[in-house]
């Protein structure tokens, strides 16, 4: 039970490392990383170590950790994939989408709370018209910083 372990406080610690600090490992360009090799160490000695303490043969708790200490750490590399595929470097246009002023806008300041999924915080935005804090506007531009924005008319 020892080995089992050893190896899941071993998969702890580069898990948290890989974590925190950043990738640790890249194998085989980016087919393996640091953090689903973590998870799938975690994995092998919780799984080992259940089934030594349960009176299972040893060759019974190696097998079963090998396989679902294999499977964890694919779907963990499966998640990142998906994960990092939907980070902030697709170019995604704002222009019109809701929100609500945070602030008052003037033409050189202002602050909106957009309604769009991707936008978790509040975005700098300005306006030609000034806008009260608390008017519901509409993107009329996307700018790298910040956004243009106008009072929200809906169509009648």
């Known amino acids: 039970m020892l080995v089992f372990?050893?190896?899941?406080a071993a998969g702890l610690?580069?898990?948290?490392?890989?974590l925190v600090v950043g990738e640790l490992l890249d194998l085989g360009d980016g087919a393996l990383s640091g953090t689903s090799l973590g998870v799938g160490a975690v994995?092998?000695?919780a799984v080992g170590s259940i089934v030594t303490v349960n009176g299972l043969?040893?060759?019974?708790?190696?097998?079963a950790s090998v396989v679902v200490g294999l499977l964890a750490a694919a779907v963990a590399q499966?998640?990142?994939?998906?994960?990092?595929a939907t980070e902030d470097n697709a170019n995604v246009?704002?222009?019109?989408?809701?929100?609500?002023?945070?602030t008052d806008i003037t033409q050189?300041?202002?602050?909106?709370?957009?309604d769009a999924v991707s936008e978790l915080e509040r975005r700098l935005a300005w306006s030609l018209e000034p806008i009260a804090?608390?008017?519901r506007v509409v993107v009329l531009e996307h700018q790298p910083n910040s956004v243009r924005v106008g009072p929200y008319r809906p169509e009648a």
Do not use: D, H, K, N
């Not at 499966?78 to 990092?84: A, K, Q, T, V």
């Open 93 to 102: 246009s704002l222009v019109g989408v809701q929100g609500t002023a945070v």
């Open 133 to 135: 804090e608390g008017t």
């Open 108 to 114: 050189a300041s202002g602050e909106v709370s957009l």
């Open 13 to 18: 610690l580069l898990l948290l490392l890989s």
């Open 5 to 8: 372990v050893l190896i899941g």
């Open 57 to 63: 043969p040893v060759w019974v708790a190696y097998a």
């Open 43 to 45: 994995v092998f000695g």
């Open 78 to 84: 499966l998640m990142i994939r998906r994960l990092s």
